[in-house]
């Protein structure tokens, strides 16, 4: 693990995103019509999303825990597409990237298991950051 | 949580599989050398892995916990891509499917989290059901 | 920890309640118009709820981990009056009373924690088992 | 998530209460005597209640995790009531009700699944704050 | 991880043991007569051990998860020795041994954490497995 | 638990070691040439040793939860005992002591689980604190 004992807190924000893509409109109304029997997807996908942003120091080794100060999880439809971008925020040592990469992670996956039942062609793609500030460099993925 | 106390439990397996792209050889050869700062990639990514996959149910709120039975993590280097590949088996009630796609996604993470340091542009592709066996149906996307 | 290594498993069942009061028509008409600025807050506590419910044997010492096999979660909303119900299921050697208990407490405690920005006069009055069935006795507060 | 990037720490405190009844004075003087065969109630439920103040933000989606720099979980006896009071203080942006409340949940809890076997009527009773001081405004139920 | 789909259930015991030497009689008294400021050592240790016994698996990668059905923790002193010792009993595919040991390392590095206040030359030695029933083969080592 | 609200962070440092005695140099050549079945005996290990140094306070009810700010841990091989030692360092206000001891019986532990099938002789020595700087008083043990 790396040392950061040294460094100084300063404020870092990072954004990731994950894409469903679905193989059906009868999967996107469900979602939006709130159908769906296991429950509001977006709303339960969303409290899944915090956690795993909490939990990652949980499960990767190397990753340093961390206050996490804000989090904000939103979806944007487009077809058959479902975006999900999780912005993760701390003023810490160190930085928010993989916390935003892994509740985009569990996000996904989250959909991925209360749509199972109504759709058995849900794929997770490109899983990935899209934006980070702070820190030694400041990166934009487009 | 979709009831299955009435269900019988029978041999199920879940292969998943993610797709690491990195950006260079360099990173491939530091990763076969054993000479990454962090560690040994492909064993402390293993290790985050089985934890991910015993873990699923901590972090999805309707996905049943179980018994995880056997889990085995395999690597295939190709060019620049590593393919990962997750097998979970269990012999219960429910299948292990989201296991194997969340093991898939924490040990893709890992592996992001350790080389971050080397190579600023490893990227996350595909994290798929690649086959499930047991349950009402078997299926295999290929 | 009780020894069960003898018993047999059968089939158990347990609802928990837990009652939360608001203190003004204004917060039940948030929730009902999910326009609470936390987000749905039904939702996300039934999200926590089963989260809480799987988790009860990380925080008993004495309570046995247990496979839930089945659980829903319940509102009922009379004047300002919020009643929880937590219904758990398995079929293992032990009951589920204290896993209905924990979950009904963290939905309360979760709707508590999303309506305090909104409305700082929320109460959680009796959480408590309402029904159990199997094990030795069947139990029924009326 | 409520962003808490742009506060200042400052110094917080929350004492939360749960009543838990017991349907008997052979239970009292059981607790009393350290007779209860599952052991001593009074310390092993102190031991899950600083478990579950520490673990709150790990259950309630939208909680902050925190640094817990303080706990401390008193009992008073007054007839057939035990009257749990679990004080939490940090340093830190923002406050500890819901920790506080999580923990006098967790071993009201503790008490009634360490008592079940000797005592049918255990009941838990008004999970609440009692006080806290920090923040934008102090508060005191009485 | 090893694949036990096929193995059946069967009774299994694991007893481990850890010895913690205290430099002094006075840490042996205060211990007796429940005065460590801490609270009471052993029964907050022995919730400590359950829950280090249960959580075994959530930290070493390769362990299976199991339903822990039986665990007991008794301690004896010897002069400024303690010595505790840990069962735990389940009826599932594979044995409590790693269980049984992690539980007795965490009712040793309680008592540390307890005690560090009143004596600073607490150590902790042996932690072993005295006994295992069930399995390919018993081991009893003296 | 001890109240640190009003404690100063300071820099601290421990460094905590175990002894894990196999009973064969076929052991150690297993592990040196990487053939042990269960995988990469000193990654994996060093892999929980993290985790478990990060989850200590999750075990111990009277331990703060505080940010590891790093890890290092390093085997030594002297015949048949292999040295663990964990370093652990953080910028709080209390000490990681029980951290860096907690990993190295976890580290041991594991050690023990992945040796196992092939040694079933592997005992635990001595885990104990080495070393610690920072806090009222350094401590070395020689």
Redesign the interface.
């Known amino acids: 693990?790396?040392?950061?004992?040294q460094k100084q807190s300063t404020?870092r924000t990072a954004i990731a995103q994950a894409v469903i893509k679905v193989s059906s409109m009868v999967t996107i109304d469900a979602i939006k019509k709130g159908t769906v029997p296991?429950?509001?997807v977006f709303?339960?996908s969303?409290?899944?999303g915090?956690?795993?942003v909490?939990?990652?120091?949980?499960?990767?080794?190397?990753?340093?825990?961390?206050?996490?100060?804000?989090?904000?999880i939103d979806y944007e439809i487009n077809g058959l597409d479902i975006t999900v971008k999780v912005m993760v925020?701390?003023?810490y040592?160190t930085g928010v990237?993989?916390e935003a990469?892994?509740g985009a992670?569990?996000v996904?996956?989250?959909m991925?298991?209360?749509l199972?039942?109504i759709d058995?062609g849900v794929?997770?793609?490109?899983?990935?950051l899209l934006k980070k500030t702070g820190g030694k460099s400041d990166?934009e993925n487009t």
Chains 1, 2, 3, 4, 5, 6 share one sequence.
């Open positions: 693990m790396v040392d950061i004992t404020y296991k429950g509001d709303s339960m969303k409290a899944a915090f956690l795993g909490k939990k990652t120091a949980d499960l990767l080794p190397d990753c340093h825990p961390l206050p996490v100060e804000h989090c904000a925020k701390t003023f040592k990237e993989v990469m892994h992670s569990v996904a996956l989250n991925y298991d209360m199972k039942p058995k794929e997770i793609h490109h899983i990935k990166i």
